[in-house]
């Protein structure tokens, strides 16, 4: 052990893996594909393709994609931008909820009125 310091060590730790984790981003992009979602890079690469870069939902292009999947059977649906896919996530993956907060939404609508 190079230190016996918690703190050191700590310290140490964190270090070398800023250092690994720095020089392994796609060997740990691609384990953790494989380990969240069964799939490889190029499988999310040729996802990426079919949607042409773009979210599933909003279609915004340059922002991260991030795999979208049910909670329930793991199979996935498709990318989505983080805003996209933390909506769904926060609507609990509910059609009913999302459904309610579209009728929310219409019936709080404002509709801007012409001078």
């Known amino acids: 052990m190079p230190y016996k310091d918690p ?11 800023k250092r690994y984790s720095a020089e392994n981003k796609d060997k740990i992009k691609a384990k953790n594909f494989r380990d969240r ?6 499988e999310y690469e040729a996802l990426k393709d079919q949607q042409d870069g773009k979210c599933s939902i909003c279609e915004t292009v340059g922002h991260v994609l991030y795999v979208d999947h049910c909670h329930n059977t793991g199979k ?27 009728w929310y939404l219409e019936k709080h609508e404002e509709t801007p009125t012409k001078p």
Request: with cysteine; glycine share 12%; proline share 0%.
């Open 7 to 17: 703190e050191k060590l700590r310290e140490y730790h964190r270090k070398k893996w």
């Open 37 to 42: 979602y069964g799939i490889g890079i190029e």
């Open 76 to 102: 996935i649906r498709g990318l989505l931008c983080q805003k996209c896919n933390t909506g769904i996530g926060m609507l609990q993956d509910s059609i009913n909820i999302l459904k309610q907060a579209v």
